[in-house]
């Protein structure tokens, strides 16, 4: 019979692990499939090689295995970075975009990502950087919307004769 291989295996090998790694059901199977190959005889070390993983990795999972059986190899939460704006924060800057930036001493007319970053910072105390800031604009359904420069009292006749175009004919 002929062997089967994968064509472009290296290139293939990537894309797998990190389908492995997309949801926590794929990430717990591939735990119990390090297990089963350490319960096998390998070791840890030959498992890592073998899945990809740092042999430290592995050897957590046989530890926890040891130590609470198959719920040791579940995930747990993966929290990231908590917030720094409270519900509480985010209900008032709600409030504050639907007023003027001068409202609250700032000299601009529009809500910006800066303005609205230092908004925060004078507010709390909290350093919000401009991209997040800019997030929070989608978040509360708000798109940007820069105004177009008017001249101020302009000369309705001069201005029909710096157009480019010349008036259109009337038929």
């Known amino acids: ?49 073998l899945l990809g993983d740092a042999h430290s990795t592995v050897a957590n999972w046989v530890r926890r295995y040891d130590e609470e059986g198959l719920a040791g190899l579940v995930e747990g939460d993966r929290p990231g970075r908590p917030r720094r704006l409270t519900e509480e924060h985010l209900v008032q800057i709600a409030a504050a975009l639907r007023k003027s930036p001068k409202d609250f001493g700032f000299s601009s007319n529009l809500w910006d990502g800066k303005t609205l970053a230092a908004f925060i910072g004078k507010q709390w105390q909290i350093d919000l950087g401009v991209r ?21 009292g302009a000369d309705p006749l001069q201005k029909e004769e710096f157009k480019k175009n010349p008036p259109s004919r009337k038929r």
Do not use: N, W
Request: glycine share 8%.
């Open 132 to 152: 997040q800031c800019q997030r929070l604009f989608r978040q509360f359904g708000f798109r940007l919307r820069k105004p177009r420069p008017l001249i101020a």
């Open 1 to 49: 019979m002929k062997a089967l291989t994968i064509p472009d295996a290296a290139m293939a090998i990537p894309g797998l692990q990190e389908e492995i790694r997309r949801s926590q059901e794929s990430r717990y199977d591939h735990r119990l499939h390090g297990i089963l190959l350490v319960a096998q005889g390998m070791s840890c070390r030959e498992v890592a090689g």
